[in-house]
């Protein structure tokens, strides 16, 4: 049994709350940018950027359990 591939809903929903949860934490250093570019992410998959929807795809069915 492999890991589903999220749709492009479950992949949106995701990187928003996780762009959110970044704006509202502390930031540090390193972690300054995190929030920005995921929201820049998010905007490029909701235009419907394929490639960048694929990769994000992936990194979603990575994290979630």
């Known amino acids: 049994m492999g ?9 949106l929903d995701a990187m928003r709350t996780y762009a959110e949860d ?14 920005p570019v995921f929201r820049r992410l998010h905007r490029h998959c909701k235009a419907g950027n ?14 979630v359990p």
């Open 50 to 63: 394929q490639r960048v929807l694929a990769l994000m795809k992936e990194v979603v069915a990575m994290a």
């Open 22 to 35: 970044m704006a509202f934490t502390g930031l540090t250093a390193r972690e300054f940018l995190r929030a």
């Open 3 to 11: 890991i589903a591939t999220p749709g492009d809903a479950e992949v």
